[in-house]
């Protein structure tokens, strides 16, 4: 019988399992490491929470293999979809879209995710949770008593933290769009009013305040766009989202191009002084 902080941390295990499946999912693919998540912590919540939904609902189960792929498949998909759901209404935003896959749904769940959610929930049951089950059952109570307080209290730190921080993210998502057509008009009236040294002093002016507000907006946004590549915007954000997601890929290319030219330095510089 599981006991609420086995549970607790069960969560938490999976949660980081989890978490390394959707990085090598999302990393091999693309060539470079992409921190996936919502959350600042290396764990994603709904594969904790469907992992100990699918290990408590489905222990009953576990004498008919198919029972527990086909109850697997119902549970994560639900949770998945009222994830989802739940995450658009709050943000605005959704974290993952299914649309351009076959057998979707309002593309929050797809029969492809689905299934494989069906196939982990099998290999969770039959292989994962029995020695997870055994360490945790086998470790000091009052050990696991203060592993799952501590879990509990990081967990939530970090998800109000990051509430805020998605709540910033929209801010500025419609800030970006303002100061653009800020400055744009500013420039206009230079345009149009000066002329001569003025005119390319302001024009220069204006340029660098636009590049740091750039910089200052990369830092601020960039984190949600790279640890989820999937987010696509109500129609009410989508002219301001796409603005903003152009921005950041220009800074990451700036970046990649800037760090590529100091090697390139770096490599000169080291010959010449061998030539020398």
Not at 10 to 15: E, K, V
Not at 44 to 50: D, E, K, Q
Not at 234 to 239: I, Q, R, V
Request: hydrophobic content about 45%.
């Amino acid at each position: 019988m599981y006991s609420v902080d086995t549970i607790v941390l069960s969560f938490f295990i999976y949660s980081v399992l989890g978490w390394i499946c959707e990085v090598v999912y999302c990393s091999v693919p693309k060539k470079k490491f992409i921190n996936r998540g919502f959350l600042y912590g290396p764990y994603l919540p709904v594969y904790g929470f469907g992992a100990t939904f699918v290990v408590v609902l489905l222990q009953d189960f576990t004498s008919h293999w198919y029972l527990v792929f086909i109850f697997g498949v119902l549970i994560t998909s639900v949770l998945e979809y009222f994830t989802s759901f739940a995450l658009e209404k709050l943000f605005k935003v959704k974290l993952w879209d299914y649309s351009t896959y076959p057998l979707n749904i309002n593309g929050r769940v797809c029969a492809l995710n689905s299934t494989l959610f069906g196939i982990l929930s099998l290999i969770l049951v039959y292989g994962i949770n029995r020695p997870v089950y055994s360490f945790l059952s086998s470790m000091n109570t009052t050990l696991v008593n203060i592993l799952s307080l501590v879990v509990v209290a990081l967990m939530s730190a970090d998800t109000a933290f990051s509430v805020a921080k998605m709540a910033q993210f929209r801010k500025v998502v419609e800030e970006i769009a303002a100061t653009r057509n800020e400055i744009e008009r500013r420039l206009k009236v230079v345009l149009e009013n000066l002329s001569g040294e003025a005119l390319a002093e302001n024009r220069a002016r204006l340029a660098a305040e636009r590049e740091a507000k750039k910089q200052e907006y990369y830092q601020k946004v960039r984190r949600f766009f790279f640890t989820n590549p999937g987010l696509v915007p109500d129609e009410s954000m989508k002219a301001q989202f796409e603005l903003a997601r152009s921005l950041v890929n220009e800074q990451y290319r700036k970046r990649i191009e800037e760090k590529k030219a100091a090697r390139l330095a770096k490599k000169q510089q080291k010959k010449g002084r061998k030539n020398g």
